[in-house]
């Protein structure tokens, strides 16, 4: 990572760190009297320990060279970019900073588009798009299957994605057909898959709806949300009294732990088979858990919210397109 | 809280309440096969024991119902809405969900204008805003004063101000001067005030700072960024050799944690004095401390990225508008 403010450097690469993910070198290029951020990203370019570059930028000194550079980057890897100055206010402050001129925010989105380069809104959700570029394959397509036992995060969550310029496509007949041999007769029937409560008597149900996802050739990635809830019940058991409380860890939280583990596992199987991103909804993820790391060190990233993953499934398909339209 | 999902409204109230927000009644109708989520809607209209009202909602069934029901709730109280069903993979979902028709998205946004409904974009964004309106008092307009010692966070914050249509009025040459007296004379010289690490020296330049700015007639809410550090030094001191922490912890811990209360106290002071909302950002505000709860506790809400702010901010501002139309 290179930044144009120490703060912004500091903030992300320990945040990144505290959910698991490590940064190799970070540079805190401040107002840039000797080196300049070109000359950060040249390296980066070729160095072989870098699997994403990242960067917070509030002014370019030499538009060509900084394009010939970026280019460069996203031949290889991901490039993010967080830019500060995009709007006269917030310029006005950055001249002020670190003198560096933020120039017409249009510009600067329109060289993105050329060169590859995403562009986030805040040090979090460039955290977030680290995660799924460190851990997800390639999307070969922006059209995303949903499955939950949760309806309304469902909804959210189809929302989200067609905010976020994704499609969900339809399910074909054969995987209805599949869905209806072992989901309980009032499913969804259509994609986001809501397998319902119902799935709390044939745990198997999630796993096997994942995989007619999975299988289902127009579908690029999925999204799942159900499977991480040991946290919440941790929270919960935290704020009960004490003489339930162990009545409740070991009744709840422990059968709960157990549930996920085996379905957790189940899912790890099928995304290894299918090669496609899978991601997962969890809750009260910045707590950490067993099961989040499960996941993690799994290739599945875990996020909080339906508009973090549509945000980073949109960002992994754009870069996916670029280097389509290159060739690579 | 009313919410047509079981899942949003369990997930929205515990983690509200693990930020210290409690909710004294929440109802899951679910898909409302007797009660509406307009008859709840009357009964928290005029219940004293509710201060915010929340709801989650995929689809209402009798509109008039509840565009009267809502004015009713706005007129004494805000109303936060979290709507399912925007998209049309969404609506469909929804159709399957709670069997609710969620209709045209822009009639739904039409209403919220007319009854002073705000709507946001997932729960944390409802718990953020929750937390907004619980603890600040109303601002008088849109226009926002920024103080940091951290160049790049006051960009940034400048930036989502105005992308959420806040506005960052120019400093007075009262402030200027004033400012001059006791700031480093290479200080931002205008809004956002970044005072620079030369601050270090002087812990009183942040406080009469912000006094500057609450003083300015034309600012009606501050954002300050700076005080927040002792999670970010405690998760460094978890990350460091066994033999250097105690070293740390004494050093470099303490001293921040008896830092930051010094300035939050001379804070809350301004704040009681000038009656103006002040926010502050600070980070890993997630792992709570000592000094997010004290601020808290004294009614100056912690965010943890410019973009949580301006939302927030934005909603609080265009609710203020609303009830001014209103002549309340």
Redesign the interface.
Known sequence: MI??????V??TT??A??QGIGFNKYVSSGNEADLHMEDFLEYYADDPETKVVAA?I?GVRKGRRFIDASREVTKNKPFVV?K???????A???S???GALSGADMIFDAMCVQTGIMRV????EMIDLIKAFLLLPRPMGKKVGIVSA???????M??????YGLE?PKLTEGSINELNTFLPYFW???N?I?VTAGFMGDLSALTKSLEVLLRQEDIHSVVCLPQVWSP?FS??SA?ISDEMQDLFKSISVEMMEWMEETIINDFIKLKNKYGKPVIAIG??T??GSKSNRLLEENGIPVY????QVARVMSKMVEYAEYLRGKDI
């Not at 500060?84 to 917030?90: H, Q, R």
């Not at 949760?150 to 959210?156: A, D, F, I, R, S």
């Open positions: 930044a144009q403010s120490a703060t912004i500091t903030l320990l945040m760190s505290s917070y509030e967080l500060g100055g995009k709007t006269e206010a917030g006005a402050a950055a002020s900073h670190t809104s805040d040090h979090l949760q309806g309304g995060m469902g909804v959210l189809a929302d989200a994605c067609v905010k969900i969804s029937h259509r986001p809501d919440l929270t919960i704020q809750t009260f910045q707590s909080e919210t339906p508009d």
